[in-house]
């Protein structure tokens, strides 16, 4: 790199003010991050060891002058809940979880308030005029008991912050606004303490006023300097952002009317090459950077010099999978995003899997199959609890909900970590908290050090059990973490804090990083991820209780300032690189939805003479066709197999029309035998419906079988249908409490179903039919032989019922779904066998022609009951002869199918006619 990079320049100051000893430098800097580089930047200046200088971040200097310990913001609520908890009233104190939605905003306005060492007085009774006015202040009359309430939670916000600020300095700690502001009374102690102690201060941009008033009384003291590192473009620019901070610093501090600032750069304007690069959607920029470091890869051995910036946490994980296998060393100084680690998630799920069995029922800890599913199926669990035999007994039952002690039962060989998982929550939060740390510690036990995947995995597990701890050591300490409830809300609020962070090495490779970490550092080469309005910059957020223009008058950051900090973040990237791509989401729509971030506007508008800029669109793959249909030529294997299933068992009535609807399903399914994944049905399916149906009829009418039907068999049989339709349902769902809401619904439709069928048989009965029932759910097989075929073909079916209703001898299937007359009439016999409309007549002439011999001389039918058709009853097959229909399915009429059912096994069988898929 041909300019001096910040951190190599200020090393360079440092030896000439320090040539023998670093013993009486303090060097403060933005972040801790940048500690190492500066460290191994400072060991190419002096020849022979020696011991380093003290190199501080600003929030430690702060720390170090108050004499205060910082709480976490966690913590900081608990404390402020005990504060809040003496100050007000009983009747109007508030549980936790409702304190703790407005407490946790209110902290950070306090913050702010003291950052910038505002009265508070002031700032909260001009918030409560403000609200007052808003609440109609001038007629008295009109304020209602909700409005008085709200103006005096108002009022309470000086009592409040004088409380706490009070109760946090007699304990020496406090919230970091509250640091800033005793360490501005304390800075003059400080200084003079420093002694003959210098402190330099570089690579900031953005102060608060505690920091202004401290590094400006350093300065005039003598005892400090401050290197900033800002672009004449950007300084000289009385409008541009990204110098917004430092011209108001040199216009106003008084020691810069006496004194240069340092450091005023021109690298800028220097020549660069930047790409800017579009794709759809987050994760195509994830493989967009993978490709470009592939490219840099090749062309230079080292990536020493590249940055990759992510301007969204989420990105992580989809660019370190991006990544070329010949990136050999990288450094992640980012905290992954603690939402996101796959051990939170689980332990997300843990919380709602046994919260919810509490609340459905704690005597009897009733689980929902899908939040135990996501347990065990979780990636961190799943190879250890032996998941697969859990899932197949849920499925095989199909179990919805259940109890705990049935869901143990499943799994008769011993296993630790799935006792823990599956082990009852008490009462107490303090025990589920020890519980999850258990289990955090042994799925970590079951993990391999050598594995990579695995050390990744013993990162995210050792975040979460800092975490866990962490929520103990609240639980131990605060009396209002008192229910599992609340320490479930406090989990939810403290997973932010849970970042994980990944160890590296920070000098060698590919850095990947966040923006806040590329502060005060230089690469040659910057590639920026998620360049998108909303998240390069952040875009506007009000999470506070003082309005935008208060804030204005005050002097307060609003969004403004926050776009303003992240165009100089932006530029300082920019600043002495040669080679950057800025990487957005063109996607104008969905939830992944961007808009290009004003920066690359910027850019193209303010573009300098030596800026090569480009625009790349990189965009998926579409082919011709969105979708191939699939082609299964018949192979001299799959020749065989399917003369295989021919002369074995053969093929159902089901299976030939399978073939008519998709020959791809029939391949998949007959040839391939593979079934649909089994699933648990929450609400009944309409198949299964068909089921309860079937089997409730069946069991009805057995013992009945060979009896002619008498009036007084059908009254007795009314009077068990609903009992039997109950102990049918109860097989497909295995208990009673299923029969809630649509399965509720579904259970009387099936008892309605057959008490219908029932009424229709009396009926007829009592109109004259003779009817002897011969056969339920009978199998029928038949060998189809004929010179047409290359060889014998098998035939099977179940049919429902087999009858002799009036000398005829009738063949009935029940169908749950809606059939009419027409479906089942026949006008023309050619191509019956070729459109899938006839799929009823060919099923019920398979039938016939299966039971034609044992028919012998009766006059033969074949025909279906529809229950979404009950009007129209029995429902036959026919044959048109103009108006009339033929109903007696003769030899003919089978010698005719034969001949059409010879042409489909056929085509079924024929080498020439592929599998294709029907779409």
Same mark, same amino acid.
């Given at each position: 790199m041909n300019n001096v990079r910040f951190l190599d320049k200020l090393s360079l100051e440092i030896k000439k003010d320090f040539p023998n000893t670093l013993n009486d430098l303090i060097v403060v800097l933005p972040n801790k991050r940048a500690k190492v580089f500066l460290l191994e930047s400072l060991k190419k200046q002096y020849p022979k060891s020696l011991f380093a200088p003290e190199i501080i971040s600003v929030e430690e200097l702060i720390q170090d002058i108050s004499g205060l310990r910082t709480l976490d913001s966690i913590e900081l609520v608990f404390e402020f809940y005990e504060v809040y908890s003496t100050v007000v009233t009983a009747d109007k104190l508030q549980p936790f979880e409702q304190f703790a939605n407005w407490g946790k905003m209110l902290l950070q306005d306090f913050n702010e308030i003291d950052r910038y060492l505002l009265q508070p007085n002031r700032v909260f009774s001009y918030l409560k005029d403000i609200e007052d006015i808003k609440h109609w202040s001038l007629d008295l009359e009109k304020r209602t008991n909700m409005i008085q309430n709200y103006l005096e939670f108002w009022d309470m916000m000086p009592i409040y912050y004088q409380a706490f600020y009070e109760y946090l300095i007699g304990k020496k700690v406090g919230y970091q606004g509250l640091i800033y502001r005793k360490a501005v009374e304390k800075s003059n102690d400080f200084a003079v303490k420093l002694g003959e102690k210098k402190m330099y201060f570089a690579g900031f941009n953005a102060l608060n006023a505690a920091e202004e008033v401290i590094i400006q009384l350093f300065l005039e003291k003598g005892c400090a300097k401050v290197f900033w590192d800002i672009d004449a473009v950007f300084l000289n620019d009385p409008y541009h952002d990204a110098g917004l901070f430092l011209r108001r610093i040199k216009k106003e501090w008084k020691y810069y009317q006496t004194h240069p600032m340092d450091w005023i750069v021109e690298d800028f304007s220097d020549a660069k090459t930047i790409q800017i690069i579009k794709t759809p959607k987050t994760v195509g920029q994830a493989r967009i950077a993978g490709k470009i470091i592939e490219k840099l890869k090749s062309e230079n051995e080292s990536l020493n010099q590249v940055a990759l910036v992510l301007g969204e946490e989420n990105l992580l994980m989809p660019v370190l999978y991006s990544l070329p296998v010949?990136?050999?060393?990288?450094?992640? @100084?980012?905290?992954?995003?603690?939402?996101?680690?796959?051990?939170?998630i689980l332990i997300a799920k843990l919380f709602k899997m046994h919260l919810n069995a509490i609340r459905r029922d704690q005597l009897n800890y009733t689980l929902y199959h899908k939040e135990v599913l996501d347990v065990l199926t979780n990636p961190m669990v799943e190879p250890y609890v032996d998941a697969a035999t859990t899932i197949k007994n849920i499925h095989e039952g199909n179990l919805t909900f259940f109890s705990m002690d049935s869901l143990k039962a499943f799994n008769a060989a011993p296993n630790i970590l799935r006792d823990l998982i599956l082990t009852?929550?008490?009462?107490?939060?303090?025990?589920?908290?020890?519980?999850?740390?258990?289990?955090i510690s042994e799925i970590k036990n079951r993990l391999s050090s050598n594995v990579e995947e695995d050390k990744v995995a013993k @990162?995210?597990?050792?975040?979460?059990?800092?975490?866990?701890?962490? +929520?103990?050591n609240y639980c131990e300490k605060y009396p209002t973490m008192n229910t599992v409830e609340n320490v479930y809300a406090i989990y939810k609020q403290i997973i932010d804090l849970a970042e994980v962070s990944f160890e590296g090495e920070p000098l060698k490779g590919l850095q990947i990083m966040g923006v806040l970490e590329s502060r005060v550092l230089d690469f040659e080469t910057v590639i920026i991820t998620s360049v998108n309005e909303g998240k390069f910059p952040a875009g506007k957020s009000q999470n506070s209780f003082i309005p935008y223009d208060v804030k204005r008058e005050l002097g307060l950051p609003t969004y403004k300032e926050k776009d303003a900090i992240y165009s100089y973040h932006f530029y300082h990237l920019l600043l002495r690189a040669k080679n950057v791509y800025l990487l957005y989401n063109s996607e104008a729509e969905g939830l992944d939805a961007g808009e290009r971030s004003r920066f690359i506007t910027q850019l193209e508008i303010e573009k300098r003479p030596n800026h090569h800029l480009e625009h790349l669109t990189y965009s998926a793959f579409l082919p011709d066709k969105a979708y191939q249909p699939i082609e299964v030529p018949k192979s001299e294997q799959l020749q065989e197999k399917l003369k295989e299933i021919a002369l074995g068992r053969g093929f159902s009535p089901s299976a030939l029309t399978n073939y008519l609807r998709n020959p791809i399903q029939f391949y998949l399914q007959r040839v391939l035998r593979i079934r649909e994944v089994e699933e648990v049905e929450e609400s009944v399916a309409?198949? @299964?419906l068909g089921t309860i149906i079937h089997n409730a009829l069946e069991n009805l009418y057995k013992p009945l079988v060979g009896r002619v039907l008498t009036i007084a068999d059908l009254d007795d049989l009314q009077k068990k249908s609903d009992a039997i339709v109950e102990i049918e349902f109860e097989k497909e769902y295995s208990s009673n409490k299923d029969k809630l809401g649509k399965n509720l619904l579904a259970f009387e439709v099936a008892k309605r %179903?057959?008490?219908?069928?029932?009424?229709?048989?009396?009926? %007829?009965?009592? %109109?004259?039919?003779?009817?002897?029932?011969?056969?339920?759910?009978?199998?029928?097989?038949?060998?189809?032989?004929?010179?047409?075929?290359?060889?014998?073909?098998?035939?099977?079916?179940?049919?429902?019922?087999?009858?002799?209703? %009036?000398?005829?001898?009738r063949v009935i299937d029940y169908k749950s779904g809606k059939v009419d007359s027409n479906q089942l009439r026949l006008k023309d016999w050619e191509g019956l066998t070729t459109?899938?409309?006839?799929?009823?007549?060919?099923?019920?002439?398979?039938?016939? +022609?299966?039971?034609?011999?044992?028919?012998?001389?009766?006059?033969?039918?074949?025909?279906?009951y529809s229950f979404k058709n009950r009007k129209e009853g029995f429902l036959f097959f026919g044959v048109r002869q103009g108006r009339e229909v033929d109903q007696n399915i003769t030899k003919e009429i089978l010698a005719e199918f034969r001949t059409e059912l010879v042409a489909l096994i056929n085509a079924i069988l024929n080498p020439e006619t592929n599998f294709i898929e029907e779409l």
């Open positions: 010949e990136v050999d060393a990288l450094n992640i @100084t980012m905290g992954y995003d603690g939402r996101s680690n796959p051990v939170q009852k929550w008490s009462d107490d939060p303090l025990q589920v908290l020890k519980l999850l740390s258990v289990i @990162t995210f597990l050792y975040s979460m059990y800092q975490l866990i701890n962490k +929520l103990i309409l198949n @299964t %179903n057959v008490y219908h069928f029932l009424m229709e048989e009396r009926k %007829n009965i009592q %109109n004259g039919d003779v009817v002897q029932i011969l056969e339920l759910e009978r199998l029928l097989e038949y060998q189809l032989v004929d010179e047409r075929l290359p060889y014998p073909v098998n035939l099977f079916g179940y049919v429902d019922r087999i009858e002799i209703r %009036n000398q005829s001898i459109e899938l409309k006839n799929d009823k007549i060919i099923q019920l002439l398979c039938y016939a +022609l299966m039971f034609e011999e044992e028919a012998g001389d009766r006059p033969l039918e074949a025909g279906i």
